[in-house]
């Protein structure tokens, strides 16, 4: 049983089966979300579903490419390929040392026949003319094998297209290698996104991503001690066509970069595609943003909250969203949301709207809150949303108050002696993508090897010839020859024919002579005909083309 079980997983068919199972496996992946990626929308899916989201989490559903069932279909992915991959290598082995097949008795049977007949005033012998025939074959690239040199009837057999199955074993090989790269990589790297606004650090830190994703098996030990600091952002914006005008052309981040705390500085430039590679890191440029400065004062007239606030576009003109979030307030915590325009205008209903994505006329339009804003709780929650369920509206369109409305350097004093907030300056932000996989060379090494081995396995065919002489009454050297492809090869009769001219030019060149197809009729030499010569196989019956047709293929 062991043996059986043995035999059924390492067959080709059983690998495609499971390569084939591992891409259904990975579909739950990208319609569930994932908790690696993001636990929170995991958390908040089980609090809408009570009934079907605790089953799902039973059945690894949150974390698809670390469940059991997902690493159990790799696993055995992996090892049915080396179980494919090594007894066929040794077999291979064998093939490539052992000899050329044994010259059939009837070579008028193979898809490919044909003879020459050689004057007998060119002095040639059998013997010789079987062994120039396999030098001729051994320049074309195939090995060659000379037998029966002392009977009357000498030939040669050839084979070449080894590299074919090498090839086959290199895509497979490759392919081992690819999964354990990309094992690698899931153990050992790491990912995280930073929002960086004009003049802020980042450090290669824990504390220092936004958001961050390590491997199975990835340590803080891992991540290098480099820093970088962003100290412009630039957008040029399409100021010319009429059709695109205000559309983004280019982004560009200037950089300061510091490999380890001891090293130089040095200026870097970051733009969409052409990332930066520090510490063994790859940093992309994903997103860009403003993020307005802006100084919240609570009523007892103490700064609660000064700096950049990070705004999240909403279209193409940069309308963004802004949340601001003042828990040290006193004596009541403060929360703002509303939208940034970097170029505000008034519609015909009196609404604001941004009509351009540079800042020329920038402007808040906020809503206010008191109350408690649920971060004294421990409890993780999205810097970018503003629940005011427990929260008291202060300031709105629907109350007397109104809605804050500020343009730079604009103060607003709260109602009810809340305090105020003030609108600075404006800054851009970077929003960065981090990545680290120490086996990515590899992979694109492997994969470039399995397309390579893959490419010779499919364009390269595995062809063997075989080429028989014998003296005729009349002193002619009756010579026939033979090819037949391992598997389909629809350029057999090409190399066929390009057999048959090295063979008349070596012995026909200059006679004036051509093949004989034993009936007195000649054939052009290239004409890719099948002919046979009564005269070349002595005792030989007289088979219709036929009969030869049905027998085309079969090798002894």
């Not at 990975?26 to 089980?46: D, E, I, M």
């Not at 690698?184 to 504390?207: A, C, D, H, P, R």
């Amino acid at each position: 049983m062991v043996r059986w079980a043995w035999t059924q997983l390492t067959s080709m068919r059983t690998a495609l089966f499971l390569l084939l199972l591992l891409a259904v496996a990975a579909v739950p992946g990208s319609l569930f979300p994932q908790r690696p990626a993001n636990p929170a929308v995991v958390t908040q899916y089980l609090k809408d579903n009570p009934d079907t989201g605790p089953w799902l989490d039973r059945l690894q559903l949150f974390d698809v490419y670390s469940s059991v069932w997902f690493s159990a279909i790799y696993l055995l992915l992996f090892i049915s390929l080396i179980g494919c991959v090594i007894p066929r290598a040794k077999a291979h082995y064998r093939a490539m040392r052992s000899k050329p097949p044994r010259t059939p008795k009837r070579l008028s049977r193979l898809p490919e026949y044909g003879t020459l007949a050689v004057p007998a005033s060119s002095g040639l012998t059998a013997a010789a003319a079987v062994k120039e025939a396999a030098q001729l074959l051994r320049k074309r690239g195939y090995r060659v094998d000379v037998r029966d040199l002392d009977t009357d009837r000498p030939s040669v057999g050839a084979e070449r297209g080894f590299a074919k199955e090498i090839g086959n074993l290199v895509f497979h090989t490759a392919l081992i290698g690819v999964l354990i790269c990309i094992a690698i990589g899931g153990l050992f790297g790491y990912s995280g996104q930073k929002v960086v606004v004009e003049g802020e650090s980042f450090v290669n830190t824990l504390v220092g991503y936004d958001s961050f994703t390590p491997g199975t098996s990835f340590t803080e030990e891992q991540l290098a001690p480099y820093s970088l600091t962003l100290d412009e952002f630039n957008v040029r914006f399409d100021r010319e066509s009429p059709t695109h005008y205000g559309q983004p052309l280019d982004f560009t981040a200037e950089m300061t970069v510091k490999e380890s705390p001891d090293a130089a500085e040095h200026t870097e430039t970051l733009k969409v595609n052409a990332p930066l590679t520090i510490g063994g890191s790859r940093v992309y440029l994903v997103g860009n943003g403003y993020a307005p400065v802006v100084t919240v004062r609570d009523g007892d007239g103490n700064i609660a909250l000064q700096g950049p606030v990070v705004s999240v576009p909403s279209d193409g003109m940069y309308t963004s969203l802004m949340v601001i979030k003042a828990p040290d307030a006193k004596p009541d915590q403060l929360g703002f949301v509303g939208f940034f325009l970097p170029t505000a205008m008034l519609d015909e209903q009196g609404v604001s709207y941004s009509g351009d994505p540079d800042p020329i006329n920038p402007q808040l339009n906020l809503n206010a809150y008191y109350g408690d804003l649920g971060l004294d709780d421990g409890v993780p929650s999205n810097v970018y949303v503003l629940d005011t369920e427990d929260l008291t509206e202060i300031n709105s369109r629907n109350l007397d108050a109104g809605g804050i409305v500020l343009g730079v350097g604009e103060t607003y004093e709260l109602p009810e002696g809340k305090g105020s907030i003030s609108f600075d300056s404006i800054k851009r932000y970077a929003a960065l993508d981090i990545h680290y996989d120490p086996a990515k060379i590899w992979v694109l090494v492997f994969a470039t090897l399995s397309l390579t081995g893959l490419a010779a396995s499919l364009f390269l065919a595995r062809r063997r010839v075989w080429v028989r002489t014998g003296t005729h009454a009349d002193g002619r050297i009756m010579v026939e020859y033979g090819l037949l492809a391992r598997g389909e090869d629809q350029r057999l009769s090409t190399e066929a024919a390009a057999v048959r001219d090295l063979l008349q030019k070596q012995w026909l060149a200059g006679t004036g002579s051509v093949e004989d197809n034993g009936a007195g009729e000649a054939s052009a030499p290239g004409s890719g005909q099948h002919t046979t010569d009564r005269d070349a196989e002595p005792g030989a019956s007289a088979d219709s083309s036929a009969a030869q047709k049905k027998e085309t293929g079969k090798d002894s």
